[in-house]
């Protein structure tokens, strides 16, 4: 009753004769080989605090970051400053024993990680860091070389 106005290819032997099932597992593997050496590459860390809010100011005369680290206790975080990196982390562990007429063992884990670059300059040790609400700040203070400087652009 219908016609259809587009022929449809066909697809012969020959065609599918093309295809060589050694190469196409050879691209499958480097494909697969290319992810797993992101995860293993430390990109694995990033994407897994990607969903964790962080916010850098650089303002005249220090930075300012603020990063969401929800469910930490502050004795439970590290703030450090090494070889021109920021880095934040925090682990939580905590496991409890049921009581009452339950049997069982509950256990929770939480794991936070950031790591930026800073430029040269700060005052290590004028950094400060507090923790409120679920909010890690961390002011670190610019000295002199780090702090930002007007080049007048001159028309010629």
Known sequence: MFKNLIPRKQQSDSELMGVDPKNELAQFRANFDRMLGRIWSGDFDD??????GCDVQDAESEIVVRAEAPGFE???????????RLVMQAEHKSEQESTGDSNGHFSSYGKFYRAMSVPTGIE???????????VLEVHLPKGEEAKSKRITVQAK
């Open 74 to 84: 502050p004795d439970e975080i590290d703030v450090r400053l090494s070889a021109g």
């Open 124 to 134: 290590a040790d004028k950094i400060e860091a507090s923790y409120k609400n679920g």
């Open 47 to 52: 994407a897994w605090n990607r969903g964790w």
